[in-house]
């Protein structure tokens, strides 16, 4: 039984992965087609692609009684982000980045603090261990109005699609876009019910699943789409992936939970909650100082450091000690 258990994981994990290349594939056809500069495309666009695991993950365990699961998905996804997707793609394409190609613009570092703040409001929010209705509404106004100062006093007004961009099929775009959504949900509904039966027969509860199987797996759309970028030199859509993923993840992810768990989940231990912002901080102030330097050698320390946190992480999240 449990051989067939473990081939719907993969299952899922592959319908997810591809669904979500094909999000990320539409989305930049749409920036292009319509001028938007490549660092809000990649915020904007491919961050809520690859985001969307994490949003179909979050209605449907909220509403299947496991919010814990959203939660812990959420913070997950956040630190994988970092320390696994962003530090192995910077590992391993950082000899391309030069001052020339520089990724640390004014919208970078308005968007570092933003993640900044609203991972240090999911302490007051999950003190209590629960996401209420008032905590997704503080979330979705500060979202709201931070879109509303970054278009006021940040937005960068750069145009820099090509020419042939513009001659894409709008149809086309649509088809791939639904077509990418509908095995993003397939494999995110396949996925979540075949971790949550392996993790459940270890005994391991929902939030260090969401923690953990749920973030690394809706983690990879974010790893392929970066990887990708980084082939092709395109420094500024990691950085807007990761940053935008990140946003969405707490800002919309969470916001869900509390708009659909009523009361059904588990409170949360203040202690994991304090330790898992905690690494969301850090990893995010190692984040920030791998894109603000440019010595190879200090950059490939860090993101080894962040990888390595990460695997100790883990292990810490399932009692291991090494």
Request: hydrophobic share 50%.
């Amino acid at each position: 039984m449990y051989s067939l258990v473990y081939l719907y994981l993969i299952i899922g994990l592959l319908l997810i992965s591809y669904g979500a290349n094909l999000l990320v594939t539409s989305t930049e056809n749409i920036a292009n087609k319509f001028n938007i500069s490549h660092f809000i495309s990649s915020f904007i666009f491919i961050g809520i692609a690859t985001s969307a695991p994490e949003i179909f993950i979050s209605i449907i365990s909220t509403l299947d009684g496991s919010g814990n699961i959203a939660i812990g998905n959420a913070l997950g996804s956040n630190i994988a982000n970092i320390c696994f997707v962003f530090a192995l793609t910077i590992l391993l394409f950082r000899s391309r980045i030069s001052k020339n190609n520089k990724i640390l613009s004014i919208e970078t570092k308005f968007f570092i603090i933003i993640v900044i703040i609203l991972s240090m409001l999911m302490y007051p929010i999950l003190k209590d261990g629960v996401v209420t209705v008032a905590n997704s509404i503080t979330l979705l106004i500060f979202f709201t109005l931070s879109y509303y100062l970054y278009k006021k006093y940040f937005y960068l007004d750069i145009v820099d699609a090509g020419e042939n961009h513009r001659y894409i099929s709008k149809l086309r775009i649509f088809i791939v876009l639904i077509t990418g959504l509908t095995l993003l949900l397939t494999g995110t509904k396949i996925f979540l019910d075949s971790s949550i039966t392996i993790a459940e027969s270890f005994g391991i509860s929902d939030y260090v699943i969401g923690l953990s199987i749920t973030a690394i797996g809706t983690s990879l759309p974010e790893l392929a789409s970066s990887i990708e970028s980084a082939r092709k030199k395109n420094f500024d859509f990691i950085i807007g992936n990761v940053l935008g993923s990140n946003i969405f993840n707490i800002a919309i992810v969470i916001s869900i939970v509390g708009f659909l768990d009523n009361g059904l989940s588990q409170a949360l231990s203040e202690l994991n909650v304090i330790r898992d912002i905690a690494m969301i901080l850090i990893t995010t102030l190692g984040f920030y100082i791998i894109i603000k330097n440019y010595n190879q050698y200090l950059t490939k320390i860090l993101c080894l450091v962040l990888l390595f946190s990460y695997i100790l992480y883990q292990f810490n999240l399932y009692g291991i000690n090494i």
